[in-house]
């Protein structure tokens, strides 16, 4: 008999969605796959990689070495890859300068992921957002990047590209944790809620996508507790990161140790879980 079918829901929350990858190590080290992962902002950057066929090893370790310090990144960026500072930058009217989701998606993933969401090895769902319809979007096909692009979009910060000639933003906007889009076809629902909550601001007044990002945690946070009030997944993840603040990239090493207790948790309930279905 095969084991049980379990959808997998990754949520936003910037740098601390960097903390999906651990949780990712307790299914490979369980040696269960996600039967289909939806993901939102971050949480879709770590579902693409992981549904496109990366271990989440694998991922551990590219983030560590890319994320180690800002130099090694830099030379990452503007070394290995050879982006041009113009490239990774876009000007939206007079003093807008903005990050371009799409430069900055493909940055984040590796050449070795299919081109097309519909071609990655576990069925895959990004979250996104349609600023002109005012209303959640979810992606199943087509380009990864610019899919992932549209998810990580954030307001004033990075630039999402358009679908169908619309404006898309941050999945979170909508729906920061997406177990709803895990659910049908599915015997059990996991679901990671990494958004936590702004860091109170080092300095006397803190920078403007200390503020933008902080902002959309608050909601992020509203909007999933709603949903989750709503109608739970059978496992909701919610893991103490507010030691981490949501620019914290380069404390990747520190936010994969902090989560070692969640996974091991993880691994038991999730044990616990499939023997009862089974």
């Known amino acids: ?160 590209p358009k679908f169908d000639g619309r404006i898309h933003v941050d999945g979170g906007v909508t729906n920061p944790v997406p177990f709803d889009h895990v659910r049908e076809g599915t015997d059990l629902t996991v679901a990671i809620d990494v958004t936590g909550r702004p860091r109170p601001p080092v300095k006397a007044h803190p920078s403007n996508m200390e503020i933008a990002v902080g902002s959309l945690l608050i909601m992020f946070h509203e909007i999933a507790a709603l949903r989750r009030a709503l109608s739970p997944p059978d496992i909701y993840i919610e893991p103490d990161l507010n030691g981490f603040g949501g620019g914290d990239f380069f404390r990747a090493k520190e936010i994969f140790a902090a989560m070692e207790p969640v996974k091991e948790k993880l691994k038991r309930s999730l044990d616990l879980r499939i023997e009862r279905i089974t």
């Open 1 to 160: 008999m095969s084991g049980p079918r379990i959808g997998l829901a990754l949520g936003g929350g910037s740098a601390r969605g960097l903390a999906h990858i651990p949780i990712l190590e307790a299914f490979d080290e369980l040696g269960v796959k996600p039967a289909v992962i939806a993901g939102c902002s971050m949480g879709a950057v770590v579902a693409a990689a992981y549904a496109g066929g990366m271990t989440a090893l694998d991922m551990r370790l590219h983030a560590e070495k890319l994320l180690n310090n800002r130099m090694d990144a830099a030379r990452y960026v503007f070394g290995a890859r050879q982006v041009k500072l113009r490239e990774l930058l876009s000007l939206k009217g007079f003093g807008s300068v903005q990050i371009s989701g799409e430069r900055l998606a493909d940055l984040a993933l590796p050449d070795s992921l299919p081109t097309n969401i519909e071609d990655t090895k576990i069925p895959l769902k990004i979250i996104t957002t349609d600023y002109e319809l005012l209303q959640e979007r979810v992606l199943t096909s087509g380009s990864l990047v610019k899919a992932v692009a549209a998810s990580i979009s954030i307001p004033g910060v990075i630039t999402g």
